[in-house]
């Protein structure tokens, strides 16, 4: 049991790191009419929450599937995936976050879109090539049945604390200032460094002693 809440809390902050719902929140804020009610907010959080959700349970199913189609190795995608959450945590850091916010272009079409809810604060916004390797990683290193159990509950928490960040972010807003919501975003960005070197170094360490 003890173990179980280890990895659990291990599940937990990873993926809170990665998610960043104090960033996302302010993402979504600039893609939404800034004369936006606090009902149209708590839909568009719901829909939101309900996208990740669905994105997490579909990539935990076809994971392994996926990694045998392309005939990829858990090693191989722990060093590829640590290199994706290491640049993403480079731009967290400096305030580059490219991944998550679309272009002007693309701002300019998705300001006449009726729902944003689904694309992009979903995803790729909420739900990027961060999770989805994470997730992956996670799932490959599964052994137990409380270990898919770990991964699913330390997702939900997260969602929830989403839906919940998502769903106030006007006050948040207010309270934080663009400042606080910079800084909760760099700290977020040396946990996810930290969390990708280690994915960098396991896999690498795994590769060596299996090629070298």
Known sequence: MEEFFSTFLQQSITFFAIMDPIGVSAIALSLLSHDITKEQINKVSLKSTLTIIIAFFVVLITGDFLLQLFGIGEHSL???????????AI????????????????GKEL?????LSVIPIGIPVAFGTGLFTTIIIFKHQVEVFSDLVSISLAFMVNALIFYIVLKNSIYIKQYLGLTGQNIITKLMGLIVGAISIQ?????????????L
């Open 78 to 88: 722990k060093v590829m995936g640590g290199i994706i959450l290491l640049l993403m």
């Open 91 to 106: 731009s967290m850091v400096n305030g580059t976050a490219t991944e998550k916010k679309p272009s002007k272009e693309e």
């Open 199 to 211: 994915f960098i170094v396991s896999g690498v360490i795994n590769l060596a002693q299996k090629y």
């Open 111 to 115: 300001k006449n879109s009726d729902d």
